[in-house]
């Protein structure tokens, strides 16, 4: 069924990036909707770690972060592969707070913005004279500008036969990430460690209501013809700070949350001058611990862009740095060699961790 009404913009995907982007144009007095396939709240697999970069931004459109008494982490540890420790100050640091909560204060955020939210699935999009035409599951809907938020990875990827998505040689492809939250008397509130184990990383940090995030990434490779607790005891246990963690701690949920498929590789940053945000436009190495401030930073920047043709060039100006020591932090990471001789060289230079560490996390918006 073709929808009567014209939007100014149509947002597709009301995660991190969509909500944000749709919240501020909003509240500039835009007619927006926002078209999102699931229902919040909401569990996602995440490390749940947001760098303070957005903290002040996410207040000012609108979520009371203040008066959730969450976690504030600002000391950084990392563990080879057998369990030898670099422990080091998080200059900026950040916060935790799970996607539960931060989606749907997102999501509430935007509401209150005056942006209409519809759950549905969209198939495709095609601009016909003005007018950007986009079909979902259940109707055609219109608008003069069309904004691409769908996440890491969606079949509208798929159908705008965009590279990554049938590129499945290269090491920045075919990664899977597990999440769980636990109660735990062996972390501490104050810390985000990453520990380190064959072809992966596990990240440990605090959330609200006393709970903590255990969330890891590892090539696709361990997983096969293994179960995910297989796989566990086959080599995040190697790791002995990972293994105290598993069995001394009370888990929430039974069974984790996993997604797979995960890629690092370059993506456009318009499709069929629709521009792209959050991971739609590039998906950061998690371990850099900010791909949800990128997400909403490049909805600022969209937001404020004035000739869409300047939007690519805005991006990677701002981005393309951090994205690149994404890349070589997680090349590092999966190899257990490489990983350890980088500790022991951290240890000795402190400086390389402290300038990397830096260098992921981006300035205030
Ligand atoms: C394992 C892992 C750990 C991570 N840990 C951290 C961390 O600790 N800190 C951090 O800052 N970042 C982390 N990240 C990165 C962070 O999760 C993303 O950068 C962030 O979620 C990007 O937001 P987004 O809005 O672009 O995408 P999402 O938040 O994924 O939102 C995309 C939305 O689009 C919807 N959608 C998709 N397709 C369609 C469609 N066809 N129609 C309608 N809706 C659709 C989806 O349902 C989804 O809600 C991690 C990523 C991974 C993979």
Known sequence: MLSSQVFDYIVIGGGIAGSTFSNLMGRKGYKVLVIEKD?????????????MESYNFMQDIGVPLDSFDLPRINQFQLTKPKGRAIN?????????????LMDSELKKASLNAGCQWVKDTVLSYCKEKNLYEVKTKKNIYLS????????????LDNNLERPFYSNKQSRLTNWVGIKYHVKSHVLKKDLISLHTFKNGYCGMSKIENDAFCICYLMRGENLRNRTIHQSEELFLFKNPFIKEVFTQSEFIYDQPLAISQISFQNKSKSEMQALMLGDAAGLIAPLCGNGMSMAM?????????KNKAHYPIQWKKEFNQRIKLGRFVQYIFGRTGVMSI????????????KWMIRKSHGKPF
């Open 342 to 353: 980088f500790i022991q060289l951290a240890h000795l230079f402190p400086f390389i961790a």
């Open 144 to 155: 003069k500008e069309l904004i691409g938020a769908w996440g890491k990875r969606s079949l």
């Open 39 to 51: 229902e919040y709240p909401k569990h996602k697999v995440c490390g749940e770690y947001v760098s």
């Open 88 to 100: 080091l100050p998080l200059e900026l640091g950040g916060f935790g707070i799970s996607r539960y």
């Open 297 to 305: 930073h490049s909805a600022l920047l969209a937001s404020q862009i």
